[in-house]
């Protein structure tokens, strides 16, 4: 099997020195397979994403497959001028002619996706390898088995063999994958596999984005309109438990609100997650489910505690069988607890009460940078303050996971939530290396760059270096003298 | 007195991780972050450079012999330089980058804004000691980081200068210099840092990342490799000549990252630029080079003995067409030229970092893009030297490596608009002007929304005709969405 894999990748390697993936055409015709197989298989996509997590197939398109499309059809329209050169600007007098930055591939990216967002998590980082022209191995997550078969049984259809692969399997494929040489590793998952996936990497000195996670906090102000309460409290709710049942990175993990806005908070969640899902959401099927056992255990452990289980003010029941967990409400759970401690990645809501609401910039200040921090508020100095005084990948105000949507937003963490970005051209850059190449001519040259040295010279140098032009022309006329003199070693 | 001996001997993990304590108690107070301090730490930092000249040169004349002109130009003036740009342009790198929306976001407002990683840390190489620490950390400060510079201990007489420069003029309060060696850096290594940045060899890069990578800290590794010549044949000799000579031997005598490392030229015009060396090398350093007093000393005995032994091996001492002198007693060598080396040689498979310079022959010079390509590794850069605008065209298509120069060496690390740093083995990541403090900055991104205008169809209950809406909002097309909302849609 390692045999096997040492091949593998040795060919994606001859493939990729042939020049086989630069070529904008070879690029162009890829991204557009992409997008047919995004057309073409939509429906068993849908189906293979209900199979694995129980997600309805608007949600399904909402998060993944809409998302995709947009993103493909960016890569396409902006290629040519993603992988275009850029001149760089150059001072008046300039030691060069010209200079310019040329974007090339890197060569041989390694993608390791995870289970929450399989195809879009598998897709995106693919989109941005192959619009940057590199040769591609995906390794989907395992615990995500009908999407992983899914893509390793259709993608090559419709896909160059040679310089994209799937390569499909659990740990022990993904820690023999990281034992050869890449040219970059993304990786998408927990902040402990990303340090093991970094400290592989370092052996060979490989570059690496990691898109991890965190407790993403959302800060929710005391709205005065209650249009404005309706659409905050939507969002919350749908974001929470509308996209993979809160196992997100970007999830909101919990909220934060002052004592006094508390209880008509709670309400209005209650009355909206009714309004979503039903007096019964298992039955409204718009509620994934939890991956897996061992997940729902995970979150079912978290309500054992007695004193958290006192904290719940809605839903808290669980359905082994079929890997259930209701939506749930929960006010004021201790701090020290679990469900605070660690990301939550489920769809257990924690509300905080705070005395006033800019007490939510330390509470968020002393916990780890998360991926994402949700403000919904009115107010200007607060929303200032926010942005200023805390550190999150990124911020939105009055709304949740949308940013994901957005393509000119760098998406990426910072800290225990990552480092690196993609998402529209950011993609491209980030599987690109940007090469510095200068030209000069034979005909301008500066005598006074080479030695035998003397004061003269190094006056003219230092004007030059410093760009001090009219203290070059002084020089040269003879009309100014070193300041200092030169000693002999 | 000795107590203090006694704190300045041992610095360990706890002395380590005070300093990053008091460092990030100084962020957390917002000190680093006003447009005001980092402005009077640059302005501190050229009045720094410009007040102790004559100590900086003289420090490195103990530690390298360099040559007073390189120490003013390549180490001085590029520090104030990049002071200058970054005073000049900070305020505007500063600002938040407005970012468009789209339809799916509509109504929204974007913006990417640079905030400052934290508590940053810059370990230095010994061979450009001033330049490689201060240029880093001047990119830091302009990104509002509280920093900690590890000079290098190869080059002790600027490591102790800048430690007490640094502690004169600048905030110590966020900024610190700790001296050091291995034990040092390790205890170093331990802590948790927002971003490292190390400039060096791949050996210890490899220890840094995976150090960092404990704490999932992102790093930038400015490292080295074989930075090829290729010459071709109608070109103006003489300046082609003189340019390497400059970027070889007049940059440290070869001991730079960015120093040409050996040349590939025809068997036809081999002889020529031999002669033409020959010529140039003699003009610029007399005819006793192990004499003059233009050329850097060969740093320190271990890496003198290590250029020794790549010149003694047997199959490339027969090779030398000039120079060969050594000096053992006062770490000389002269600038060397070897002449058509077996390419499974040692001076051919490791960096040379030094005043030896081997020149490998090809038939046609086309032939010298696959001896690039096929050494496996990309180094930090590549010159070419030619008139012939096909051959540039295929240069700059097939060699990848940090940066390329055609008809020059080396001068492309003066310009502020150009990204310095390495790929695959020769590093990753890059600074210089604006690219300095992007690398120390964290880019958030920020997006504006207000309660009108919600789009109903992302949220539970579900439904088809949610669907079709969906697809014609990320289509971004507005009939189509009017056509979902009549019910007209395709699917």
Not at chain 1, 262 to 289: F, Q
Not at chain 1, 341 to 346: L, M, N, R, V
Not at chain 2, 6 to 12: H, P, Y
Not at chain 2, 204 to 230: D, F, N, Q, Y
């Amino acid at each position: 099997m390692e045999k096997d894999l040492g091949r593998e990748i040795t060919e994606i390697r001859e493939c990729y020195r042939n020049g086989n993936t630069k070529p904008i055409a070879w690029r162009r015709s890829q991204l557009q397979a992409l997008r047919s197989f995004l057309l073409d298989y939509e429906i068993q996509i849908f189906r293979a994403l209900n199979l694995d997590l129980g997600k309805h197939y608007v949600e399904a398109f909402r998060d993944e497959v809409g998302i995709l499309k947009k993103s493909v059809n960016l890569a396409l329209k902006d290629l040519k001028r993603w992988s275009a050169s850029t001149k760089a600007k150059l001072p008046a007098i300039a030691l060069l002619s010209y200079a310019e930055l040329v974007p090339e591939p890197l060569g041989l990216i390694l993608v390791i996706s995870s289970w929450n967002f399989p195809l879009g998590l598998s897709l995106e980082p693919l989109i941005g390898a192959i619009a940057a022209g590199n040769a591609v191995v995906l390794k989907p997550s395992e615990m995500s088995p009908a999407c992983s078969s899914l893509l390793a049984n259709t993608l090559p259809k419709y896909l160059d063999n040679q310089a994209i692969k799937v390569i499909e399997g659990g740990p022990a494929v993904g820690q023999q994958l990281l034992q050869q040489k890449w040219d970059k590793i993304f990786f998408t998952g927990s902040a402990k596999v990303g340090r093991m996936v970094m400290s592989e990497a370092a052996k060979n000195l490989t570059p690496v984005t990691l898109e991890l996670g965190g407790k993403c906090p959302a800060v929710l102000d005391s709205l005065s309109w209650s249009w404005d309460k309706e659409v905050a409290v939507k969002r919350i709710v749908g974001a929470k438990y509308g996209s993979c049942a809160g196992q997100a990175c970007i999830s909101i993990d919990y909220v934060l609100v002052e004592k006094s806005f508390s209880s008509t908070v709670v309400e209005l969640m209650k009355a909206m997650i009714r309004t979503m899902y039903g007096d019964n959401p298992k039955e409204s099927h718009s509620v994934a489910r939890i991956i897996n056992k061992h997940h729902f255990l995970r979150l079912k452990n978290l309500l054992t505690d007695q004193k958290v289980k006192d904290c719940i003010v809605y839903g808290g029941s669980t359905d082994e069988d079929s890997l259930y967990i209701e939506p749930t409400i929960l006010v004021d759970p201790p701090l020290e607890s679990a469900i605070m401690a660690e990301e939550i990645f489920g769809p257990l809501l924690p509300i905080i009460t705070l005395d006033k609401i800019e007490d939510s910039i330390e509470f968020i200040n002393s916990r780890p940078k998360p991926l994402a921090i949700y403000a919904f508020t009115k107010d200007e100095v607060l929303r200032k303050r926010m942005v200023s005084e805390t550190s999150s990948g990124s911020v939105v105000f009055n709304d949740a996971i949308i940013q994901f949507a957005a393509d000119t937003l760098p998406f990426g963490g910072i800290g225990e939530s990552g480092f690196g970005k993609y998402h529209g051209k950011f993609s491209f850059d980030t599987f690109t290396h940007y090469k510095a190449v200068a030209r000069r001519s034979f005909f301008t040259d500066f005598w006074y760059r080479f030695p035998p040295w003397n004061n003269h010279k190094l006056e003219l140098l230092e004007d030059t270096y410093g760009f001090d032009y009219f203290g070059l022309l002084l020089v040269i006329l003879g009309l100014k003298r070193s300041r200092k003199t030169f000693h002999v070693n | 007195m000795a107590s203090e001996e006694e704190k300045k001997a041992v610095f360990d993990a706890e002395s380590a991780k005070e300093v990053v304590k008091e460092l990030r108690a100084s962020f957390a107070a917002g000190k680093t972050k006003s447009y005001e301090w980092r402005s009077t730490q640059l302005n501190a930092m050229l009045k720094m450079m410009e007040e102790n000249e004559p100590q900086i040169i003289a420090a490195l004349r103990d530690d390298l012999s360099k040559p007073e002109l390189e120490s003013s130009i390549y180490e001085i003036a590029m520090v104030k330089s990049s002071c200058t740009v970054a005073l000049k342009k900070m305020k505007h790198w500063m600002m938040p980058e407005k970012a468009k929306t789209s339809l799916i976001t509509f109504p929204s407002s974007a913006e990417i804004v640079s905030e400052p990683l934290g508590v940053v840390l810059v370990i230095s190489a010994w061979n450009y000691p001033f330049l490689l620490s201060l240029d880093p950390v001047i990119g830091a400060i302009a990104a509002g980081n509280a920093v900690v510079l590890k000079p290098s201990e190869i080059a002790p007489a600027t490591s102790s200068l800048l430690a007490r420069l640094a502690a004169d003029y600048l905030d110590r309060s966020c900024i610190k210099v700790v001296e050091g060696a291995v034990p040092e850096t390790s205890a170093l290594l331990e802590q948790k840092w927002d971003k490292i940045l190390y400039t060096g060899n791949g050996r210890i890069a490899r220890i840094v990342m995976a150090a960092a990578a404990k704490h999932l800290t992102p790093v930038v590794l400015e490292l080295g490799g074989k930075c090829p010549v290729i010459v071709d044949s109608d070109i103006n000799l003489q300046v082609a000549t003189r340019r390497i000579i400059a970027g070889k031997w007049g940059c440290n005598n070869g001991q730079a990252c960015v120093s040409p490392d050996y040349i590939i030229t025809t068997k036809n015009y081999a002889q020529k630029l031999v002669d033409s060396f020959k010529c140039e090398l003699e003009r610029f350093y007399g005819k006793n080079p192990l004499e003059s007093k233009d050329l850097s000393r060969i740093v320190n005995s271990n890496h003198f003995a290590r250029l020794s032994k790549l010149l003694d091996e047997d199959k490339v001492s027969s090779k030398i067409v000039h120079g060969g002198e050594r000096d053992e007693a006062n770490l000389r060598i002269a600038p060397t030229i070897l002449l058509d080396v077996p390419q499974d040689s040692l001076i051919m498979t490791e960096e040379i970092f030094g005043p030896l310079l081997p020149i490998i022959l090809v038939h046609k010079v086309e032939d010298s893009l696959d001896v690039i390509n096929s050494s496996g590794t990309k180094p930090l850069a590549a010159y070419l030297f030619t008139n012939n605008k096909k051959l540039k065209e295929k240069f700059v298509a097939t060699v990848s490596a940090g940066g390329l120069v055609v008809n020059d060496t080396t001068v492309h690390l003066a310009e502020h608009t150009l990204p310095f740093g390495g790929v695959g083995d020769s590093g990753m990541g890059a600074y210089h002007g604006k690219f300095s403090f992007d690398t120390f900055s964290h880019k958030k991104a920020v997006l504006y929304r207000g309660f009108a205008g919600d789009a109903f169809v992302r949220y539970p209950p579900y439904s088809r005709g949610k669907l079709r809406l969906l697809q014609a909002l990320f289509n971004g097309s507005f009939l189509g969405i009017i056509r979902a909302l009549l019910g007209w849609s395709k699917s």
